[in-house]
């Protein structure tokens, strides 16, 4: 069975309760999967649908969801246990805390996120997850070589990320490689025949 993978946020944690410390040892993450294999992260994973196609198509790989909200963690759960997909596991916690605080340097081959909440009222726009700082963080988590992933709805979201990640140093844009299953919410607006806006970024070789 897929157990979820509980973890404190950052302003809850003690020494005495940390779950997460293994994530910060060169070997967090084969003690999450116990076995070593290039790491797929889908932050914000939803109901799991692109994680678990994906953890199908490479099981070679090992995909971790990373979901807030414990009901979706629920779900990749049972999608894990009855399509039997040992290479997934979730993970309930912030992803953006996640990165932040608890992910080694270059530990992840591709990091998605997919139709994150847009906040399109002015107003709200500052409690979007991806932000300049998140996306230094996504680059750090990178292995080299490795990429993000990020697809919207929303313009004035594509347009911001772009631009903050243009800033960075050895993020370089790519053309976007496709060919990847298709989230809950790609499959909604495709259907409606909305624009979608995003891209793919790469990490350069020997980047730090």
């Known amino acids: 069975m897929c157990e979820s993978l509980k973890m404190r946020s950052p302003a809850l944690w003690t020494p005495e309760e940390d779950e997460t410390k293994r994530f910060l040892q060169p070997k ?29 198509l490479h099981p070679e790989w090992n ?31 912030g992803w953006d805390d996640l990165l932040l605080f608890y992910s080694a340097p270059a530990s992840c081959r591709e990091i998605h996120v997919l139709f994150p909440d847009p906040w399109p009222k002015r107003r709200h726009q500052s409690r979007r997850t991806v932000r300049a700082g998140v996306l ?39 053309e976007d490689p496709r060919g990847f299953p298709t989230s809950h919410f790609e499959t909604i607006f495709r259907s409606k025949e909305d624009p979608l806006y995003g891209g793919v970024w790469q990490k350069a070789e020997g980047g730090d």
């Open 28 to 56: 967090g993450w084969e003690g999450v999967f116990l076995r070593r294999a290039p790491i797929v992260c889908d932050l914000g994973a939803g109901n799991g649908r692109f994680a678990a196609a994906y953890a199908e």
């Open 63 to 93: 995909v971790l969801a990373v979901e807030r909200k414990l009901q979706r963690v629920r779900q990749i759960e049972r999608a894990a246990e009855l399509r039997r997909l040992p290479n997934l596991k979730a993970l309930w916690f």
């Open 136 to 174: 230094d963080a996504i680059l750090r988590v990178l292995e080299p070589g490795g990429f993000f992933r990020f697809l919207t709805d929303d313009a004035g979201y594509a347009a911001v990320v772009e631009s903050a990640a243009s800033l960075l140093p050895g993020f370089e844009r790519r």
